[in-house]
């Protein structure tokens, strides 16, 4: 582990391995709180134009980029400094390497490459973002099949998209000739591949590289068309070695199937599923018992945001976030409890205690899911991740948060809220919103 590393052991909740290289920004392995194997790239600003204003609105998009030949972006924080994506772990090593110790790509090999990453970007410029940084260096081998990393990531464009599939087209080209390398030079590009890349896949790579390209998808299904012969296998390309130092770890496979990839997405699916009913059943609660309900609340959004915090300083500054949100989701509680007074005025009354409480339960959700404060919702999702990949496990926690949230709902709807222990604030409570009601008159 390099001394840098050593100096800093923690990312958030995700404990530091290794640190490796990369074109757009510092990456370590690391290991994330259930102990799977994850990169984390730290962002800076010289590295990336206002990343914080960019990453926070497109992390998510991210995350829903779906293609085995994409690399699963798993997490990120665009409020940390410097904010960090965090990504599945890919044991491979990138295409300029590869090249550089095997020679240019043939056949079968080259035209599995050019379609992963066709599809890739496809993916990608799918979910609503942009490359922006697509070349040699951010494509990952496995296996000989092709693994594109960092998207979304390096300043975009308003042509984004076009300037991806340039980038595709250059990238191929390096790939069947080794002598490109990632310069954006599309003449030169041109002038290289014109009687170098295979005859059936030219025409598509000079249409890429023309001023008005066609998109990724279309050149994935250009290229699924052809037939570019046999070749022999691909070589075994083994993990990095600064990536295989300290104990061994079993990264996930990624295969040109796609069954990691879709088992990625089923364990992500289940999580925010999981996650949704134990945000019910907070909600549930807090209208039943409108007091003893945003309490636990509290504790347990204080206590996920304690979990990310790795020294006593850390600690404090979650406390403080904590506590900076209570008045935040205080404003949905008035929002809506005005609301259902305000009715009033149609001479529609709700019962006060229900006000008190469904005002309560909308603070709540506030506090799990509204905008700028999700940390910890996020952080719930990652521990129902590690949930999701044992069935009898998922089963059981599918089970019970099942019962649980359809018995909050159930009691949300037909019960009278209730302040106890506190029956004196819960007369007075009662009778103010009465009183404002009948003002409403």
Do not use: N
């Not at 904010?83 to 599995?112: C, I, W």
């Not at 879709?262 to 909600?283: I, P």
């Not at 649980?404 to 029956?423: H, N």
Request: proline residues 9%.
């Amino acid at each position: 582990m390099s001394g840098e590393t050593r100096q800093r052991q923690q990312i958030g909740p995700y404990r530091l391995l290794a640190r490796l290289g990369g074109p757009t920004g510092t990456i370590y392995r690391a290991a994330d709180p259930s102990g799977r194997d994850v990169a984390i790239r730290l962002l800076p600003d010289a590295a990336v134009p206002a990343p914080r204003e960019r990453l926070g609105r497109d992390l998510e998009r991210m995350r829903e980029v779906l293609s085995p030949y994409a690399v699963d972006v798993l997490d990120g924080d665009a409020s940390a400094d410097p904010p960090y994506v965090v990504s599945r772990f890919v044991p491979g090593q990138p295409l300029t390497d590869v090249v550089a110790e095997h020679g240019p790509l043939q056949g079968a090999a080259l035209h599995r490459l050019a379609l992963g990453m066709a599809k890739a970007l496809a993916a990608v410029h799918e979910a609503g973002l942009a490359h922006g940084a697509f070349g040699p260096d951010t494509v990952l081998v496995v296996d000989g099949a092709p693994v594109v990393t960092d998207f979304g990531i390096a300043a975009q464009s308003d042509d984004g998209a076009a300037e991806d599939v340039h980038a595709w087209a250059r990238t191929v080209v390096f790939a069947a000739t080794a002598k490109l390398g990632d310069t954006d030079d599309t003449g030169t590009a041109l002038a290289i591949g014109a009687g170098s890349v295979p005859e059936p896949l030219w025409p598509v790579v000079e249409a890429a590289l023309s001023a008005r390209p066609p998109s990724a998808a279309e050149v994935a299904e250009a290229v699924a068309a052809l037939d570019l012969g046999p070749a022999s296998p691909p070589p075994s390309i083994p993990a990095p070695a600064a990536a295989t130092r300290g104990p061994a770890r079993s990264a996930p496979p990624v295969a040109a199937s796609g069954r990691p990839r879709q088992a990625a997405a089923v364990e992500r699916g289940w999580a925010r599923l999981l996650s949704a009913m134990v945000v019910v059943l907070a909600v549930g609660l807090a209208i039943m018992l409108p007091l003893v309900g945003a309490l636990v609340s509290v504790v347990a959004v204080a206590v996920l945001r304690l979990q990310a915090a790795a020294d006593p300083r850390a600690r404090l500054s979650a406390l403080a976030r904590t506590a900076a949100t209570l008045p935040y989701a205080a404003v949905f509680a008035l929002v809506l409890g005005g609301g259902l007074i305000a009715l009033s005025l149609f001479r529609v009354e709700a019962d006060p205690l229900g006000v008190c409480g469904f005002a309560v339960g909308a603070g709540v959700c506030a506090l799990w899911t509204a905008p700028g404060v999700t940390g910890p919702y996020r952080r719930l999702e990652q521990w129902f991740t590690a949930v999701a990949r044992s069935p009898r496990r998922l089963a059981t926690a599918g089970v019970a948060l099942g019962v649980l949230a359809f018995l909050a709902v159930v009691g949300a709807i037909s019960l009278t809220p209730s302040l106890a222990p506190m029956y004196g604030l819960q007369t007075s409570t009662e009778s103010l919103i009465g009183r404002l009601q009948a003002a409403l008159h």
